[in-house]
Nanobody, 125 residues
């Protein structure tokens, strides 16, 4: 059984960097042919994919967030990390990590087979 667990601060000040980690159990982050993705849901809005890291280490970002987003991985810890810079209150959301095959449309959410429980991040001074 694959499990994903998000961790990180629940409160970030405007202009600072949001940093979240997803820890994977029951699978390897390097297992072909999967991708590991960050998805968020602002209050009262739909899901929005933020970025993904593929089993081979390649990364893909939502064009609307690309200039502020970085995703990296630590294969020894079976974790991947999201960094979102220069946050504003509009970045307030529940952030999820999830798994899909690597050849899917990352914004097509039924393709994700495992999700973390989500973590609330609020951007406020």
């Amino acid at each position: 059984q694959v499990q994903l667990q998000e961790s990180g601060p629940g409160l970030v000040k405007p202009s600072q960097t949001l940093s979240l980690t997803c820890t994977i159990s029951g699978d390897s982050i390097a297992t072909a042919f999967y991708s590991w993705t960050w998805i968020r849901q602002p209050p009262g809005k739909g899901l929005e994919w933020v970025g993904a890291i593929v089993y081979n280490g390649s990364t893909y970002y939502n064009p609307s967030l690309k200039s502020r987003t970085s995703i990296s991985r630590d294969t020894s810890k079976n974790q991947f990390t999201l960094q979102l810079t220069s946050v504003t209150p509009e970045d307030t959301a529940v952030y999820y990590c999830a798994r899909s095959l690597s050849n899917v449309d990352y914004s097509d959410y039924p393709w994700y087979d495992y999700w973390g429980q989500g973590t609330q991040v609020t951007v406020s001074s």
